[in-house]
T-cell receptor
Framework: DTGVSQNPRHKITKRGQNVTFRCDPI?????LYWYRQTLGQGPEFLTY????????KSRLLSDRFSAERPKGSFSTLEIQRTEQGDSAMYLC??????????FGPGTRLTVT | RKEVEQDPGPFNVPEGATVAFNCTYS??????FFWYRQDCRKEPKLLMS???SGNEDGRFTAQLNRASQYISLLIRDSKLSDSATYLC?????????FGAGTRLTVKP
């Protein structure tokens, strides 16, 4: 399968804990996006990488959130000191051009 | 005002019906436009791009009105398998912004 993969698929954590998610984009895709989606809402933009450079970060992303793409391939999204409001589906997408983005299956985070 | 706004839905239509979804966007400098489809508990998948001249793909027709900052999606002869949430997407400088989605249920 050469699609976008995300791990883990599900994560349950206690409030205050740190969590890290991984996204492996389609190989050769230089663009990588992170989104957050809650029930009944569309995906909310979090951040965007072109190769290893983080070119944009949403104002919604508090300082508890950090994302990296160290070698321009896979990316990680870390949430520190999780809060219940962080419970959501975290989606990663990659693309070669602005015309089409391919999404991974997402990581569902539940903060208890 | 939200950057991308869609019809609230839900739309419940019988098989064979024609249904239209609308979307407006706030950034007049937006560069490209898309409709994505999202099935329940699945990731969004590209349905079609939207071009200024309008474009058609089988039963689906998308139109863009830049002057009014408005995008539409028309589905003709709807099928049960069209039941999903349809997301309007607007792209500005590689920043893809999604609408909240419109849920469609096609009933037998």
């Amino acid at each position: 399968d050469t699609g976008v993969s995300q791990n883990p698929r599900h994560k349950i954590t206690k409030r205050g804990q740190n969590v890290t998610f991984r996204c492996d984009p389609i190989s050769e895709h230089n663009r990588l996006y992170w989104y957050r989606q809650t029930l009944g809402q569309g995906p909310e933009f979090l951040t965007y990488f072109q190769n290893e450079a983080q070119l944009e970060k949403s104002r919604l992303l508090s300082d508890r959130f950090s994302a990296e793409r160290p070698k321009g391939s896979f990316s990680t999204l870390e949430i520190q000191r999780t809060e219940q409001g962080d419970s959501a589906m975290y989606l990663c997408a990659s693309s070669l051009s602005p015309d089409r983005a391919y999404f991974g299956p997402g990581t569902r985070l539940t903060v208890t | 005002r939200k950057e991308v706004e869609q019809d609230p839905g839900p739309f419940n239509v019988p098989e064979g019906a024609t249904v239209a979804f609308n979307c407006t966007y706030s950034n007049s400098a937006s560069q490209s436009f898309f409709w994505y489809r999202q099935d329940c508990r699945k990731e969004p998948k590209l349905l079609m791009s939207v071009y200024s001249s309008g474009n058609e793909d089988g039963r689906f027709t998308a139109q863009l009105n830049r002057a009014s900052q408005y995008i539409s999606l028309l589905i003709r002869d709807s099928k049960l398998s069209d039941s999903a949430t349809y997301l309007c997407v607007v792209n500005f400088n590689n920043d893809m912004r999604f609408g909240a989605g419109t849920r469609l249920t096609v009933k037998p």
